[in-house]
């Protein structure tokens, strides 16, 4: 699978932004997506993640201010979203799209080591 993230940004405290990441090849029969972070000196973080069948799941830290959601078109690529409400200090870090095998994640959020494919990393800062 190929993935590919669009430019982050900086944005002010309590501001909004949205990336995306442009997803192919992706070949399992079914497919797990997720948006993970990595703060400065910090672990890797899976945010929020969303399952072939439309299911999500929110890390603590991001519920109800980041929305995930996936465009499936027919020629098999699929565009993950990203939108990032109300932002936080805590919110910069580089931000990663990451596709693996099919996991149902109403009942957890996978760890980073779930997923085979990545993107590149798209730096997103908030500032005062």
């Known amino acids: 699978a190929q993935l590919v993230e669009s430019e982050g940004g900086s944005v002010q405290t309590g501001g909004s932004l949205n990336v995306s990441c442009i997803i192919s090849?992706?070949?399992?029969?079914?497919?797990?997506l997720a948006w993970y972070r990595r703060p400065p000196g910090n672990e890797r973080e899976v945010v929020p993640a969303i399952d072939k069948d439309g299911h999500t799941n929110y890390a603590p830290s991001v519920k109800v201010r980041f929305t995930i959601s996936q465009d499936r078109q027919d020629s098999g690529k699929i565009t993950l979203y990203l939108l990032m409400n109300n932002q936080q200090f805590e919110d910069t870090a580089m931000y990663y799209c990451a596709a693996g095998p099919y996991i149902p994640v109403s009942r957890m959020i996978p760890p980073p080591s779930w997923f085979n494919y990545w993107g590149q990393g798209t730096q997103v800062t908030v500032s005062a």
């Open positions: 090849a992706v070949r399992y029969p079914g497919y797990t």
